[in-house]
Nanobody
Framework: EVRLVESGGGLVEPGGSLRLSCTASGFTFADAAVGWFRQAPGKEREGVSC????????YYTNSVKGRFTTSSDYAKNTVYLQMNSLKPEDTAVYYCGTKWGGLSTSWRMYDYWGRGTQVTVYS
């Protein structure tokens, strides 16, 4: 059984930082791409970032470029999303998803998902 577990969400003031983790069991991230997505109430799931194990390439949506960084520790089968300079508009449930093959910014291309972790940026 494939299981993804996100952690690291919480409450933070604008300008603060959080680091999300996504750890897999029953699946090896070293053979896959991992994406971070977020969904705010009443909005569609949005691609935030993704990383490919094949060449280490990464993708960031424009609104998080320069603030968020995705990294991986394949020995721990874990992918991280470091979020700095957080803004109220970053408030959402953050999900990680994984798929075989290369990067994709479309959540529909991902095969397995975690249950999400809430990130709330408040002033």
């Amino acid at each position: 059984e494939v299981r993804l577990v996100e952690s690291g969400g919480g409450l933070v003031e604008p300008g603060g930082s959080l680091r999300l983790s996504c750890t897999a069991s029953g699946f090896t991230f070293a053979d896959a791409a991992v994406g971070w997505f977020r969904q705010a109430p009443g909005k569609e799931r949005e691609g935030v970032s993704c990383i490919s194990s094949t060449d280490g390439s990464t993708y960031y949506t424009n609104s998080v470029k320069g603030r968020f960084t995705t990294s991986s520790d394949y020995a721990k089968n874990t992918v991280y999303l470091q979020m700095n300079s957080l803004k109220p508009e970053d408030t959402a449930v953050y999900y990680c998803g994984t798929k075989w093959g290369g990067l994709s910014t479309s959540w529909r291309m991902y095969d397995y998902w975690g249950r999400g972790t809430q990130v709330t940026v408040y002033s």
